[in-house]
């Protein structure tokens, strides 16, 4: 089991590393947003702009876990299911599920190093970040925010729902609707609180319920979005019919 789950981790980090396109997307394009939104709308040295600061950083940490988590865990496993490669993976001499628990380690760890990443990035340029206190809720909402956006990434990619002609329109959609009405970039509960009301019960403001200390735990969501969608890709995996 360990060794099947380390290898595969092995293999995922240096597939990752080798697609230049997916390294721009999961660090550099989220250190530049976050320079971007701190320099335009945070100030210098004032305790609100400190606190902006971890505010933007953690919204930009849910922001790529949600992004990697729906673009990268789902539309991988719909591709192994169409080229066969899970037919041939059930075959193997080792359990498959440690194949996708080695998955899901990997891109915990590809997150833990973008946190690593952004957080020195900000200590370096605006002088305040994470504390180590704030890593233990950091790599608890990693893990939830994984596991959640993991399953509903599954699910949308098994539903064959399409729009237009992109194969990830759906998915497209659910992730711009579910950040923009979020907490992630600029206080929506400040702006607009019938909005905020309706994005408490989509996954992002739970996930950033953990990351954030200083936020109550928005704990009944992250139970349904710990649950549901597992329930609705359970069905849908169940349909699937696998060509002998």
Aim: glycine share 6%.
């Amino acid at each position: 089991m360990i060794n099947t789950i380390y290898k595969t981790i092995i293999i995922q980090l240096l597939t990752f590393a080798r697609i230049k396109q997916v390294v721009l997307w999961l660090f550099v394009f989220p250190l530049a947003l976050f320079v971007i939104f701190r320099t335009i709308f945070g100030g210098i040295g004032s305790a609100d702009d400190k606190e902006y600061t971890v505010f933007l950083l953690t919204g930009i940490i849910a922001m790529t876990i949600a992004s990697d988590s729906l673009f990268s865990v789902g539309p991988v496993i719909k591709r192994h299911y169409l080229n066969g490669t899970l037919r041939i993976l059930k075959r193997m001499p080792f359990n498959i599920i440690h194949y996708f628990i080695g998955i899901v380690f990997s891109r915990f760890i590809i997150t833990l190093l973008l946190v690593i990443s952004l957080n020195l990035a900000s200590l370096i340029l605006f002088s305040t970040g994470l504390g180590l206190d704030d890593m233990i809720g950091v790599s608890v909402g990693i893990i939830a925010g994984l596991w959640i956006f993991s399953f509903l990434g599954l699910c949308l990619a098994f539903s064959d729902i399409k729009i237009g002609e992109a194969e990830k329109g759906l998915t497209n959609l659910v992730f711009f609707f579910i950040l923009f009405t979020s907490n992630a970039l600029y206080p929506v509960s400040i702006l607009n609180e019938s909005i905020s009301n309706i994005a408490d019960f989509l996954p992002m403001n739970p996930v950033l319920s953990l990351l954030r200390l200083n936020e109550p735990v928005l704990f009944f969501q992250l139970c349904i979005w710990g649950i549901v969608p597992i329930i609705i890709f359970y069905f849908l995996f169940k349909r699937l019919k696998f060509a002998r």
